[in-house]
């Protein structure tokens, strides 16, 4: 069934809903008419810079601008994939949307990366809060323009943060949902209402979302893949790609927002171009050939044997190993609890036992990593030891919703994958394993597992690509001698990004980094809601009322101190729960490039490494 938008609403009771639409909007302006105006915002109000700053602190504003910056994209979001492309829009669920297509929007507000989640004004200007938090006006700058000339105003801004919640990816769509409204009071004024019991982080979500065109998309549907370029605001324009293999973005010259505060010292480089490659072998071999200028590299094995090229040993490419103070995330083997093999958390905590981490790490990984047992890895949300007081006092709050075990569970120490005897086949945890499976009504029949019904507990471990077979290989073998059949299967990525989309799958890796200040978006990856969602980020499908509580409680921490506390007692439930196989994680980034750039003569971000925004071309000296 379609959805009517807020427009279409509007219009079947123009009467009554007219003269309504005029009091709210008069009521609004009168509860910000008050208010100051901020030029940036952040989850608890603090800002580090000044409303007169010049630049962020991590730039150089005289950096000059030229030059090609080429990589392998380390990151997607929302529809992108790391082996291919056939789409430019990358805020729908069809398609694979290309990596940076990102680059061409304007934003109401940008990131500073040397603070934990502040952001100021690009094309809003400023911003003033009513009283109750629920009132947001954003004064757009009136220089701001779409690259065809014509002015980007409120009410470009209003229809795009509708028809994202309307028809924008799921994910996006989740984290809009404490967005009521989004309309335009003139050309420079966009007020935006939302609920009050909204996550503090999502009108910083808000500011941060896309800008379109309202007339480009008056004429173009925005629901369907595409391959013409849309209209933008950004510093980039998209310019030569070709889908599945590359695409390139060039500087706009005149760009309007250039000589901004926020974007002194960033968007340095003429070109910025995006490789793919199906397979990272062949990647790192055209790495290797200067196909391309920059690599993250995320294979342990490649990075300890493989960067012994000619190139690097003369040091026309440099090796550099980065310190990653942000949260690793949540990595491994997501179980789908959809799957009626994987409903009892017995079974699920017995595949754990299969996999031996030691092993891994030691002989396929050169010991480059570190077991991950946390949602929220490698930050100061993670839950350690048994819980202390403030944890209690919020395990307590749930009351009826735990069972004495449970509230014992969650007061003790938070569950954590086996340390195995690093043989690969631990014959202790595999007889753990086998006693939980035999707890969960598993019996070996014929050399298989089976349920009472006979069923046979079967695992196929989906991927679009081959970095982690080796890795899989020998928990698969394990697996088998718990009498567990299962396969590592290989797909390519438009069928695998339509099976997680539909959660047609029994175990995927994925990574989740939530950020230094999470809130709506654990919504997307833990809510109940979420698990029914397609395309969401809820791959193993955790419906837990409990777990939905915890959310709330994050989300409405009023201090960093209770943020922490409520994200303690969430990733121990999480935890419990044992959704999950995890993996491994590092506390640093490798990293590898061509030596023709520059780092900006400045303290570097501590939140991203921001490249390439922050780097140069070194330029050649002439003659």
């Keep these: 069934m379609g959805r009517l938008s807020r427009r279409s609403v509007l219009s079947l009771a123009a009467g009554s809903a007219a003269a309504l639409a005029m009091s709210r909007r008069s009521l609004a302006q009168t509860a910000s008419a008050s208010a100051p105006e901020a030029h940036g915002l952040s989850a608890f109000g603090d800002l580090k810079y000044p409303a007169d700053f010049t630049h962020f602190d991590y730039v150089d504003p005289a950096t000059p601008k030229g030059g090609t910056f080429s990589q392998v994209g380390p990151t997607a979001a929302y529809n992108q994939s790391?082996?291919?492309?056939?789409?430019?829009?990358?805020?729908?669920?069809?398609?694979?949307?290309?990596?940076?297509?990102d680059l061409i929007f304007d934003k109401l507000m940008v990131r500073a990366?040397?603070?934990?989640?502040?952001?100021?004004?690009?094309?809003?200007?400023?911003v003033a809060i009513s009283a109750d938090g629920t009132l947001y006006r954003f004064r757009l700058r009136p220089e701001a323009r779409f690259h065809d000339g014509t002015a980007l105003t409120a009410e470009d801004v209003a229809f795009s943060l509708n028809i994202l919640k309307e028809k924008g990816h799921p994910v996006i769509v989740q984290s809009l949902r404490d967005m009521e409204s989004a309309e335009p009071e003139g050309a420079d004024i966009l007020a935006v209402r939302f609920t009050p019991t909204r996550a503090r982080d999502v009108p910083l979500f808000v500011a941060s979302l896309p800008i379109f065109s309202k007339a480009y998309y008056g004429t173009t549907p925005f629901d369907e893949s595409t391959l013409e370029p849309p209209l933008g605001s950004g510093p980039y324009k998209v310019g030569r790609f070709e889908p599945g293999r590359y695409i390139a973005y060039e500087r706009v010259v005149d760009y309007w927002a250039a000589g901004l505060p926020v974007n002194a010292g960033v968007n340095n480089f003429d070109t910025l171009r995006y490789e793919y490659f199906r397979d990272r072998e062949v990647g790192f071999e055209g790495f290797k050939a200067k196909a391309y200028l920059f690599r993250q590299e995320f294979t342990a094995r490649t990075w300890a044997t493989g960067y012994n090229f000619p190139a690097l040993r003369d040091g026309r490419v440099k090796q550099v190993v980065l310190p990653d103070k942000t949260p690793s995330g949540a990595q491994g083997w997501f179980l789908n609890t959809r799957r009626p093999q994987f409903t009892d958390p017995r079974v699920r905590e017995a595949l754990s036992y299969a996999f031996d981490f030691q092993w891994t790490n030691k002989n396929l990984m050169f010991d480059a990593y570190k077991r991950t047992s946390?949602?929220?890895?490698?930050?100061?949300?993670k839950a350690e030891g048994p819980a202390g007081p403030a944890e209690i006092a919020v395990i307590e709050q749930l009351g009826d919703k735990l069972t004495p075990q449970e509230i014992a569970a969650l007061k003790g120490e938070p569950w954590s994958p086996p340390v195995s005897d690093g043989s690969g086949q631990d014959r202790t945890l595999l007889r753990k394993a086998t006693q939980l499976l035999k707890e969960a009504g598993w019996h070996i029949q014929n050399g298989r597992l089976t349920d009472p019904q006979g069923t046979a507990l079967t695992i196929e471990f989906l991927d679009d690509e081959n970095g982690l077979e080796r890795h899989t290989a020998p928990f698969i073998?394990?697996?088998?001698?718990?009498g567990i059949e299962a396969n590592f299967r290989l797909v390519?990525?438009?069928?695998?990004?339509?099976?997680?989309?539909?959660f047609d799958f029994d175990a995927t890796v994925r990574r989740f980094s939530v950020s230094t200040v999470p809130g709506e978006s654990l919504r997307s990856y833990f809510g109940s809601r979420a698990a029914a969602t397609p395309g969401s980020s809820n791959l193993s499908g955790i419906a837990d009322p409990v777990v939905d509580l915890l959310i709330d409680k994050v989300i409405a921490a009023d201090t960093r101190d209770k943020l922490r506390t409520a994200c303690h007692v969430l990733d121990r439930r999480l935890r419990a729960g044992r959704y999950w196989v995890?993996?491994?994680?590092?506390?640093?980034?490798?990293?590898?490039?061509?030596?023709?750039?520059?780092?900006?003569?400045?303290?570097?971000?501590?939140?991203?490494?921001?490249i390439p925004l922050i780097w140069s071309a070194r330029m050649k000296s002439a003659g």
Excluded: C
Excluded at 82 to 100: E, H, M, P, R, V
Excluded at 374 to 381: G, K, T, V
Excluded at 477 to 482: E, H
Excluded at 492 to 502: A, T
């Design 492 to 502: 390519d990525s438009p069928q695998y990004q339509r099976r997680l989309n539909d």
């Design 82 to 101: 790391f082996q291919t492309f056939n789409s430019l829009n990358g805020y729908i669920l069809k398609g694979d949307g290309a990596q940076g297509i």
């Design 582 to 610: 995890p993996q491994w994680y590092s506390g640093e980034s490798r990293i590898a490039y061509w030596d023709e750039f520059s780092w900006p003569a400045a303290p570097r971000p501590v939140f991203d490494r921001a």
């Design 374 to 381: 946390s949602f929220f890895e490698n930050s100061d949300l």
């Design 113 to 126: 990366f040397d603070e934990p989640d502040a952001v100021y004004g690009l094309v809003a200007r400023s």
């Design 477 to 482: 073998k394990n697996l088998k001698l718990l």
